[in-house]
């Protein structure tokens, strides 16, 4: 029962600090892509190839003055980015880093915990990230703040919808809605097992809808600088603004790693059975192969932010409703026939 | 009028297609654009490190010259004043006093000299105004200040130091010393 208890206690603190750490070069490497990407070098004098920035900018956020608006609501207006944060945080837990490692005959997993209904779980707590948005943005008590906060959530929940039915022909292919069980049936010989395969059109649609979920580029509109000041967070200073930006890198750390869970074969890779190395030594480069995997979804949300411009927030709604949940409806319509068919 | 760019494009009202409207092919190009700049060459140049090579013929910062023995060889004759576009440089002249030989070339010397850097489009008219080689634009920079005063020059930032000669040489380039060979002047042969 000890063994138990310090081996899950080790897992949750490695998955905690990898994602915080995974965060905080997200925010380096998204100046690093921004600047690539427009012929710039980026930061470059903290350290070595700047790799420091992400701490100067951390304490940074720390020295920062604290300022709490005197008309705000103070209890709410320092739940918002907590919530944000925190909700941010727990999607990790269902997150399957890597099959099982065998210490001394005991085999242990490298999910923190693989509940029977593992992506409602994640969906439930990502929802509840926009609390943490629209709470901030009430709370701040600025008509541009709560402007933001009402199109975050009006975003979010638009395209949560459709995301949520692109999944849903995911789980009718794969009868299961633990990520654990998913990422099993992808695992084999070659590509073919990856559900990116069976479901490209369900993949396109969660992926955008994945960049609107994050507010990322081109659906960034809550933080829309040239409409809204600063968006939801025009108020917030100091660590509070650092904990929403956070939360943002790691709304987007998650996402990643649950595209490649559902879509991309999680820390499955081509090949894996045919090397001949023993079952840890699987595990641990299959763990490093997931991580090679987020690492791209990352690059790519950072590429396309700095390539598209920001959609009208007509265009945006326009997208969400009359686009995208159709076109999952029928995705969900296609698949359900296709098993069907395979079922006679 | 025609176009200088030639990469103008007519914009009209026209109805998207169905490729346009799916956004995708759109979407894709684009993102293709953007990774062929992630290999490029960067625009950037890290400043204290590496510092942007001027033109050979860069000019900047105006020196009044001395000759051989250390004497200044402006005679305040007044040429640069009234060839300059932007009347960025004036003088008082004054007489040679018995015993300054060494300070000053000939009879006449400018007692004061200021250009103002604000006016000042350097344009190097003065340099080729001067009959006597006394005043060069060089590759030095003009430093900034906060007040205007600071930017007007006399003769203690202008003229060169006895010990420390500023080289003038870079400018002259041989298209530049073919012209001053057909300015019929004596000192110049």
């Known amino acids: 029962m000890t063994d138990f208890l310090i081996y899950k206690i080790l897992l949750v603190v490695g998955v905690f600090t990898i994602t915080l750490v995974v965060a905080m070069y997200a925010t380096y490497g998204e100046r690093k892509v921004a600047a690539f990407l427009q012929d710039r070098i980026g930061p470059n004098r903290a350290g070595p190839f700047g790799i420091l920035q992400p701490l100067a900018d951390g304490l940074k956020f720390f020295m920062k003055e604290e300022i709490i608006p005197s008309v705000s609501n103070k209890f709410l207006f320092i739940l918002g980015p907590s919530i944000a944060m925190i909700t941010a945080l727990m999607a990790g837990v269902l997150i399957p880093w890597g099959n099982t490692l065998i210490i001394n005959g005991t085999a242990y997993s490298l999910q923190i915990t693989d509940i029977n209904i593992g992506i409602l779980y994640v969906f439930g707590v990502v929802s509840i990230g926009v609390y943490g948005i629209m709470i901030g943005g009430w709370a701040s008590n600025n008509k541009y703040s709560l402007l933001g906060a009402i199109r975050a959530s009006a975003q979010m929940i638009s395209y949560e919808l459709a995301m949520g039915i692109s999944i849903i022909a995911l789980i009718m292919m794969t009868g299961t809605l633990s990520l654990g069980e998913i990422v099993n049936q992808q695992a084999g010989g070659d590509w073919n097992f990856w559900n990116v395969v069976y479901q490209p059109l369900g993949f396109l649609i969660f992926i955008v809808c994945a960049f609107a979920e994050c507010n990322r580029a081109p659906f960034d509109l809550p933080e829309c600088e040239t409409e809204l000041v600063g968006g939801y967070h025009t108020e917030y200073s100091s660590m509070k603004l650092g904990f929403y930006m956070f939360a943002e890198y790691i709304n987007m750390f998650i996402s990643s790693a649950v595209l490649s869970t559902l879509y991309f074969g999680g820390y499955n890779f081509p090949f894996m059975n045919d090397l001949g190395l023993s079952h840890n030594a699987i595990t641990i480069l299959g763990t490093v192969f997931l991580f090679a995997k987020i690492f791209f979804f990352i690059f790519f949300f950072m590429w396309v932010r700095w390539t598209l411009p920001r959609f009208r927030y007509d265009q945006l709604m326009n997208l969400g409703w009359r686009v995208l949940l159709p076109l999952s409806i029928a995705n969900l319509l296609l698949t359900a026939l296709v098993l069907l068919w395979i079922d006679k | ?189």
């Open chain 2, 1 to 189: 009028m025609e176009s200088l760019s030639h990469r103008s494009k007519v914009v009209s009202n026209k109805k998207m297609t169905f490729l346009e409207r799916i956004y995708l092919p759109a979407v894709l190009s684009g993102i293709a654009i953007t990774i062929k700049h992630l290999f490029r060459r960067k625009a950037t140049v890290s400043y204290p490190e590496v510092k942007r090579e001027f033109s050979k013929i860069w000019r900047g910062h105006h020196v009044l010259k001395r000759d051989d023995k250390g004497a200044e060889r402006c005679t305040a004759c007044g040429l640069c004043a009234v060839a300059c576009p932007a009347e960025a440089i004036t003088m008082t002249a004054a007489e040679r006093k018995k015993g300054e030989e060494n300070l000053y070339r000939e009879e006449k010397y400018a007692s004061t000299y200021e250009i103002n850097m604000l006016r000042c489009i350097f344009c190097g008219l003065c340099e080729e105004a001067c009959p006597k080689e006394a005043i060069f634009l060089t590759d030095r920079l003009v430093y900034t200040d906060f007040a205007r005063d600071g930017f007007i020059y006399g003769k203690d930032k202008l003229v060169e130091k006895v010990d420390e000669r500023i080289d003038v040489t870079v400018r002259q380039t041989p298209a530049v010393l073919e012209f001053k060979k057909h300015k019929q002047l004596s000192h110049n042969k």
